[in-house]
């Protein structure tokens, strides 16, 4: 639970450690959590709570109105009680608000020592944790409220004198929104004034001095503060600032801080990265917080003679003498003057921009120079800074800022921030998608956005925008195609090419498909990163109209050798390496598949082990339901796909798969087909002579585990535990995670069934640890849910119950439905919650078919029949288990009937269980029971003596006997 974060400043939002988000309930269960939160890791009395709920007017039953609702919040959160009141047994600090409050003491003790730029990155930490009003969920929290509000001011504040402290600044239009909220605030209006000085707005600074004196002697009768009427002085005195070359922007700045901090001092950067990804903004902001006289020359309009453009921006007259050049004059002008030079859009004048540039810092010493462009100048001594997309959280706020200008009143909330998020994400954190997205908020809400960017593409949604923007900046379109227009058309086929990539390739695919890339990731349509190559969403949809069937065939014949290429080596040690490199190319892999239907089939097979490892079976569920059509020469592959269709295959398909992998006379080209048919489907019934598993050292461990498993379900533990350890080993010499785990597994349900709860334990425990490493959620949760069955039978009720939990967590990682819920409800009974055990069994679904049908289906019945005390369901429970291929699944069904027929035949009942598992099962609750009360009821020698005659029976005398007890 350490690993869950918390948010109550904005409406509640609860979040798993993998990000998802958790829901929470109604109004009151939102409003209890909230106030738990607020005091993380205290006790909460009930008086208190009642208080936060209701006010002074609690109802009658608000005690036992908050008891239900922690009761609810404790199946999901670590909710405790202590005799005294609630706690919340959490890390305060995964909780905003006490996050907030230690980033904002921090930045404020950094700030008195003169630690600026660290106070700022702290205070703007803290400050962004805030995504809206706090405490929504608590209707009565108003000095609580106000409490937060003047922390977060005094946070806001600290911020600012920490920005003014450097040389960047800060945001003027902020400062100016957050002074009209609280015009009576001394110590904001004095760093609105400074803010307005540094700006070269010394008048405007004075002028709201001139208001706020104006309110303080109206609405409280006094004077400035000596504080304030000393900043009023001192513009008053001081010289005129140094004034900015860059218009003043409209927008507020949002998601860029560590970018400008990351600029530096060097006397030559490029901003480098595709259209619409800030680059000209970001250099806007950068030359508005420099201490220096700036000078921002903008390229775009222009196709040749940059040296005029520049002389234009700086303001240097075009004539005079002919024999002079417009760069000879720019270096005169130049070379005595401290000055950072912005050249804004180089992309499309690469050429004639480097050589200027190259010859403008050779001779004027005082310059600096700060270029946006989609590739870089390619000089010696550039430093080149790539810009990314917008993270999820400042792509977010971005949205919000901008939807917020053009929708009054809109603000992020629970109920739109996936949308939010969507729409984020679709448009690949892109800046100007975001802004084009939230001026649609016009004439759409959110949600529909979000919807039109899936269903009718981002170029048509997004196709107007700011009319006074240059052109290529008013449509997405536009955007993209100004980077696609200034291609060879080389490139452009390269780039047509490149768009066939899912996700993005390796460098041995691009090799392959497209050849030598490096001009387009130069000019910011590919990006590299992580030894990987890929284009932005946006772009690449743009470049994948001039896809051709010859190059989608290309791509599917590539990744179908891949993965036939990786099959055995998810066999070996190097395992985990190829894992790897399938999940790297996953969508890529899937998107051959979708190819044809014979490459279709081949991909199924090659990839089964890949999917059942790294727990992505149900992905393909509905791709192979597509493909199950029986092909000459691909028997193998269309097993495959009837193993994972979804829905699953019909009958008819079950029965020709069945068929094939009986008559096969050969050793499998696709091994791992044969233990993903036995834990789906059972075994397969291959005649004994045939060596569909041999030649390999892999093959002959895994049928040794087949047999070993066979024997354990037979009734022969002691055999079954050596040749588990026999291939164990062999499975360790291979190298190969997935078998070792399933040896382990194995041992330790033997382990556990003679109650060596130590052994049992480690054994589990090493198997989970290489389950994880691979990726394998959908075996950790049935793993998980036999260690939970154990500690039932241990006696850790507590335990059990949450690594059922945690099993069906798994569960639905691997898209599957919650498998726990028997245990869940056999957990209640024992502690004594029938309701709850039969609210749970309830739930429980009726089983619809697979390998364990009848297992499952007569625990069902067992747990039933205990919590009933119904004989006939008990009854029931065995006819269904004698259909069940694993005897243990009949044994229980045996102990359960022993409770519901006389003590005599409990005993002996409870001696024919043993007799089949071939071992008593240590520590079952309800067998000790039933012995203790048949025990007392007919004496301790009469039930040793019917006991022994059950355990000695053969297990043909021992289903006689169980069939005559339940039809008697």
Known sequence: MSAMRFGILGPLDVRTDTGERLAVGGPRPRALLTILLLNAGRVVGVEQLIDGQYGEDPPAGAANAIQAQVSRLRKRLPVEFDGAGYRLAIDPLDVDVHRFRQLAGDGRRLLASGGFREARG??????????????????????????????????????VEAELALPEGTSVAELQRLVAGHPLRERLVGLLMRALHAAGRPAEALSVFDETRRLLVEELGVDPSPELAEIHLGILRAEKPRRHGVAAQLTSFVGRERELEALGDARLITLVGPGGVGKTRLAVEAARRSARETCFADLSPISEHVDQAVLAALGVRNGGVPEVSAVDRLVTALSDRELLLILDNCEHVIDAAAALARRL?????????????????????????????????????LFADRAAAVRQGFALTEDNLDAVSSICTTLDGLPLAIELAAARLRFFPVEEIAARLTADGRFRLLSRGDRTAAARHQTLHAVVEWSWDLLSAEEQE????????????????????????????DKSLVVAESGRY???????????????????????????????????????????????????????????????PETGQRMVAALAAYWWLSGRRSGAGELAAGLLELRPGLEEEYVACVLHAVPPAAPEHWERATEILRSTRRPLRHPFLAPLWGMLVGPVGFEADVPFLRGDPWNEALERLGNALLTMHSGDPAKAERELSEVLDQFRNVGERWGMAQAMDGLAVLASWRGQWERAGELWREAMAMLKELGSVEECAQVLGRWAEARLRQGKHEVAVQDFRR???????????????????????????????????????????????????????????????????????????????????????????????????????????????????????????VAAEATAAIGAKAFAEQFGTGAAMSREDALTTIEEVVSG
């Not at 929504?136 to 911020?159: G, I, K, N, S, Y």
């Not at 009974?829 to 429980?844: I, W, Y």
């Open 122 to 159: 702290l205070l703007r930490e803290a400050v962004d944790l805030w995504r809206g009003p706090a405490l929504v969920d608590l209707p009565f929290a108003q000095a609580q409220l106000a409490w937060l509000e003047e922390l977060r001011l005094a946070a806001l504040e600290d911020l």
């Open 361 to 397: 810092l050779g001779e004027c010493p005082g310059l600096s120079l700060l270029a946006t462009s989609r590739e870089p100048l390619g000089l010696t001594g550039e430093t080149i800074m790539p810009l990314a997309p917008l993270g999820t959280a400042s792509a977010i706020r």
């Open 494 to 521: 390269l780039a047509t090419r490149f768009s066939v990539f899912a996700g993005g390739a390796s460098l041995d695919a691009v090799e392959a498909i497209c050849g030598d890339i490096t001009d387009l990731v």
């Open 534 to 596: 890929r284009m932005f969403e946006t772009i690449r949809l743009f470049c994948a109209s001039g896809l051709t069937d010859d190059i989608r065939a290309e791509h599917a014949r590539y990744y179908l050798q891949l993965a036939q290429e990786a099959d055995p080596h998810l066999r070996r040690a190097e395992q985990l390496v190829w894992l790897a490199r399938l999940s790297d190319e996953h969508n890529n892999l899937m998107a051959a598949l979708r190819h044809d």
């Open 807 to 929: 099993a069906d967590e798994y569960a639905r990682q691997a898209g599957l439905p919650a498998a726990s819920l028997l245990g869940l409800a056999r957990a209640a009974r024992l502690q004594g919650d029938l309701d709850e055990a039969r609210r749970l069994l309830e739930t429980v679904p009726e089983p619809t078919g697979g390998f364990g049908l009848e297992g499952q289906q007569a625990r069902r019945l067992t747990e039933l029949a205990r919590l009933e005390r119904a004989g006939e369901l008990h009854r029931e429970a065995v006819s269904v288990a004698k259909q069940s291929f694993m005897v243990a699944d009949l044994a229980a069904a045996v102990e359960g009937l022993a409770e519901a027929v006389a003590p005599k035949q409990a005993a002996l009942l409870l001696g024919i269980a043993v007799a089949l598992r071939g071992t008593a099962l240590a520590g079952d609750p309800d067998v000790a029971r």
